[in-house]
Each structure stands twice: as structure tokens, then as C-alpha cells.
């Protein structure tokens, strides 16, 4: 009998150890969509995503935030905003964040918008912390209007040579344009980069080359969303993208990296990360085919992760399958 508890017991442990190596999507539940993450020098990764009710009796949550030390076990901390800032005429929720660091601040740019608006904005909030107190810009750093595309929101920020640059757009192409020294208003002319099936676009430079993500579909109807990611390629910041058949992501090309499977549906709005063993993971949102909504009939869309692969200067998640439902390796993070 001793034999048999301790041969458990070992079994125990075994399996606890496995279990610590692992992890299973989603990593961040009930609801956490449009995910931008951001590391900090201490090494912990903190996670914004856009406004939604949860159905858990707070109301909504305005960009909630979450922080993890392994990029699979992460706690909510808190929204950025106590309520939406009151200078977007005729009201917007705040979607789409997206989070930086440049010279000793934190950057949080988010969308605000209706469904239909005519006249979406990007806002700009700023804090020492990334947890905040954040300081609202007060305004728009531009609206559809000023900038002359349609639908306005979705924003990413690249800063390279001490110059930033906002990439933007949904369903009216994606355009990208430089920002003054602080971050609050465009300077020059705007140039596509991709053309109108695309929205929610996250750039990284890997090698000599800047891969553009995107997002095409419905993301948000449910077990039928259609929402698929996408990327293309190019030695430069502001293109030409190209797929792996040399397609101009401007004229109908495009790389497809996540589609739906059985279990999950809408995989899109990404961001990357990188680990301390330099593997590249891809954070997204997803919803579960079979239990789409919440009680408020919400979109049930949670945040996953998964590696990338990268094949011929291409990525591949998954083998190509869609997002991960079975565990997979955790992502490698040393010590601090």
C-alpha cells in the first residue's frame, strides 16, 4: 500500500510538473478583444483590451488591463478609464487600444466610435506607469473627417529613428502616417498600405523585413464570424506589402496565418510578442464556436496565444490548423 501511495504521489508531482509546462487556450477569459501587449523593463507583460460588459454586474469595463509574468496566467487590474472622455461628440466606446513606450511615457491610443458612426476618432491617453493614472489627450488626435478616410480607428504606432509613425484604418484601407514629437497630430501626406478588406493592422521588423498583420471578416457575430488574420511583407516601413506569391496586399493579396476551426471562430486583431528565448507569439481574440455569447449576448470573445513558426520568412501558428485548443508549450520567460 505504501508502494502504491508513493508510485501516486510521484505521479502526482509528474504530473504537476507537466501540467506547469503547458498551457491550453484562451488565456484570458470572459472577454479581452482587440489585445495590444506591451513588456515592461521589470519583465512583466501587461495586456489592453477594448471596452465590452463582461455580464459580471460592473457594467461596462473601458479598456480593461491585465498583467502576467509568463503570458499565460494573467490578472485584471483594473480599467484604464472610469468612463468614456467626454470630448468625442455624440458619445463612442473605446475600442481597439493600442499601447506603447517612448522616452519615459506610455502611449494608449484607442478608437471612439459607434457601430455606424460617421465620424470615428482616435484618442490619445498618456502615464508614467503602465498602470496608470492616465491622462486623456483631451481631443482627438484625428478624426475620419480630418484625416479624410472613413472609419477611422483600429490604431498602431511604430517608432523608428526617433520618428513615429500611426498605422490605422477599417474596411477604407490601411494607411499609415507620421506623428509630430509627441504623439498628438499628423504630419504630412498619409500612404495605403493595404486595401479595403482589412482592418486592425500590428507591425513588426524581423530581419530586413516589416510584416504587416491584418484582419479581414465579421468579428463579431458569434459563432458565425468570419474574422480571418492575414499578413504581407516588405523591406519598408510604408510598403509596398507583398504575400508570398509577390501579390500587393493593396490589390487583393495577402498571406492568410489563422483561420476558424472546429472549436474556434474570428481569430484576429493581433499583436506579437517576442520571449527570453527570442520564439515570437501571436495574441489574439477568438470565440469559442459552441458558447459564442454571454448571458448578455455579448460576443464571447477571450484572448489566446500561440507561436509562430517561421517558415521561409513566413509565419505559420499552429501548422497552419487555426488556433491551438490542445496544451502547447509555454512560452520560455527567464527569471527576474
Known sequence: MK???????????????????????????PVAADPSVIRTEDGTFYLYATQDDWADGQGNHYIPMFKSTDLVTWEFIGDAFEAPPSWKEGGGFMWAPDISFYDGTYYLYYASSLWGDPNPCIGLATATSPEGPWEDLGRAVFCSEDIGVRNSIDA?????????????GSW????????????????????????????APHIIKRDNFYYLFVSSGS????????????????????G??????????????????????????GPGHTSVVTDDAGEDWLVYHAIPAN????????????TLIDKIIWSDGWPIVNNGDGPSSEPQPVPTIAPR
Request: aromatic share 10%.
Open 172 to 199: 477604407n484601407n490601411i494607411y499609415a502616417v507620421s506623428l509630430n514629437n509627441d504623439g498628438t497630430e499628423v504630419v504630412g501626406e498619409k500612404t495605403q498600405l493595404a486595401d479595403t478588406r482589412f482592418e
Open 291 to 302: 458558447d459564442p455569447r454571454l448571458p448578455n449576448d455579448v460576443n464571447r470573445r477571450p
Open 3 to 29: 508502494r502504491i501511495i508513493k508510485l501516486l504521489s510521484l505521479l502526482l508531482v509528474i504530473h504537476l510538473a507537466a501540467a506547469q509546462d503547458t498551457y491550453t487556450n484562451p488565456v484570458v477569459t
Open 219 to 238: 468579428c463579431c457575430e458569434g459563432e458565425n464570424s468570419t474574422y480571418t488574420t492575414w499578413v504581407g511583407r516588405s523591406e519598408n516601413l510604408l
Open 240 to 265: 509596398p506589402y507583398l504575400d508570398s506569391s509577390e501579390r500587393d496586399l493593396r490589390y487583393g493579396g495577402g498571406e492568410v496565418v489563422l483561420y476558424r476551426n472546429d472549436v474556434w471562430v
Open 156 to 168: 498602431f504606432v511604430w517608432y523608428e529613428n526617433s520618428e513615429r509613425t500611426m498605422v490605422w
